[in-house]
C-alpha cells in the first residue's frame, strides 16, 4: 500500500489553508512521515530596487522574512501540537517555489487547501493549484476549504485504457486511493466511467444486433480491463462502479452523491510536452467538480520547472 513518508504542505494567508497541515498529520499517523511546511512571499516590488543604501533593502527583507516565519510557527504549533514540522519561508512565484521545494527536499506528496467557490468564483481551483496538478512531479492533494462531513468517502476515478502506461496510472491512483481512505478512516470507491462512440453509427448501418453485439463487446472489455487493475486489491464488489456517459460529468455527480472528500485521479494524457498538458479527461473533470482532488502523474513525468535552490529562512 502507498505511504507518504516526506509531506510538503503550502500554506497562504487564509485559515482555511491548515486543513491541508491537519490533513498531513492524519497521514503522518499511519506513515510517521516527515511534514515540511512552506509559506511563499510574493516578490517585493519593482521599486524596492531603487533604495539608495543596499543594506537597509536586505535589512528590510530579511526582517520581514523573520516576521513571518514566527507567524508560521505560530500556527504550525497551534494546528500540530507537539508533532515535528519544519517551517519554510521565502518569496517568489508561489506554485514555483512550491514546486521547487518538492524537487528540491524530495517529496513524494504536495498538499495545499484549495480556494473553492469563494467571492462567487466559477471554478473550485485557483491557478496556483491547477500550475500544481500540470507541473509538479510528485502526486499532489488539493483539500476541500469546508470541513469532510461526518461520513467520509475516497472515489478513485480510473481509465484503464489499453496502453501499459494507461494501466499502471490506473493502479496507482487505486492504491493511493487506499492508503488516502485508511489514513482518513474514510470509505472507498472505485469508479470507471465508459461509453461506446459508434454505437449510433453501427445502429445506423448495421443494425441493432450488430449495435447491441458491440456495446456488450466496449462494456465487457472495460470490465475486464478494470478486473486486471484491481487484481490482488483490498476492493470488495460493492465498491467498484462502472458508470455508462461523459467521464467529468458522471465523476462530478458521482463524488457529488457520495460526498467524497477527495477524487484521486491521473492528470497527464498520452501526450505532453514539459508536463503542461493534462490530458482533456482531466481538465474536464477539474473544471466539473466541487471537492478536493488528489492527482498522480505516470512514471517517468520531468518537470518543467528548472531546479535551483529558492532562498528561505528555517526554523
Known amino acids: ?59 528590510y527583507r530579511s526582517g520581514l522574512l523573520r516576521a513571518v516565519q514566527r507567524w508560521q510557527q505560530e500556527r504550525v504549533s497551534a494546528t500540530a501540537p507537539g508533532i515535528p514540522v519544519e517551517v519554510l519561508t521565502t ?8 514546486i521547487r521545494r518538492a524537487i528540491i527536499g524530495k517529496h513524494d506528496l504536495v498538499i495545499k487547501t484549495a ?50 502506461e494507461s494501466m499502471a496510472l490506473a493502479r496507482r491512483v487505486v492504491e493511493a486511493a487506499c492508503a ?45 480491463r478494470l478486473e486486471t487493475v484491481l487484481h490482488g486489491l483490498p476492493i470488495r464488489r460493492e465498491q467498484i462502479h462502472l458508470r455508462r456517459g461523459v467521464p467529468a460529468t458522471e465523476i462530478a455527480k458521482f463524488a457529488a452523491g457520495r460526498r467524497s472528500e477527495a477524487v484521486v485521479m491521473g492528470s497527464v494524457g498520452r501526450s505532453f510536452l514539459g508536463g503542461l498538458l493534462i490530458g482533456e479527461k482531466a481538465e474536464e473533470i477539474l473544471n466539473r467538480v466541487d471537492t478536493g ?23
Open 1 to 59: 500500500m502507498t505511504r507518504y513518508r516526506n509531506i510538503l504542505v503550502f500554506l497562504d494567508d487564509r485559515q482555511e489553508s491548515l486543513r491541508g497541515l491537519e490533513r498531513a498529520v492524519e497521514l503522518r499517523s499511519i506513515s510517521q512521515a516527515q511534514i515540511t511546511v512552506l509559506f511563499v512571499l510574493p516578490k517585493l516590488p519593482t521599486e524596492f530596487a531603487t533604495w539608495p543604501v543596499e543594506d537597509d533593502r536586505e535589512e
Open 91 to 98: 518569496y517568489g512565484d508561489t506554485s514555483v517555489e512550491v
Open 115 to 164: 480556494r473553492g467557490h469563494e467571492a462567487d468564483r466559477r471554478v473550485f481551483f485557483g491557478s496556483t493549484a491547477m500550475h500544481l496538478i500540470r507541473k509538479c512531479p510528485c502526486p499532489v492533494w488539493i483539500v476541500a476549504p469546508t470541513p469532510p462531513p461526518p461520513v467520509t468517502h475516497v472515489l478513485a476515478a480510473v481509465d484503464p485504457a489499453d496502453p501499459p
Open 180 to 224: 488516502l481512505s485508511k489514513s482518513l478512516d474514510a470509505e472507498l470507491d472505485v469508479l470507471h466511467v465508459w461509453n461506446a462512440p459508434a454505437e449510433i453509427m453501427m445502429r445506423r448501418h448495421f443494425g441493432e444486433s450488430d449495435a447491441e453485439g458491440y456495446v456488450n463487446t466496449v462494456r465487457d472489455g472495460t470490465a475486464a
Open 293 to 315: 482532488v488528489f492527482v498522480l502523474k505516470p512514471e517517468g513525468f520531468v518537470s518543467p520547472i528548472q531546479l535551483q535552490e529558492p532562498s528561505s529562512d528555517r526554523d
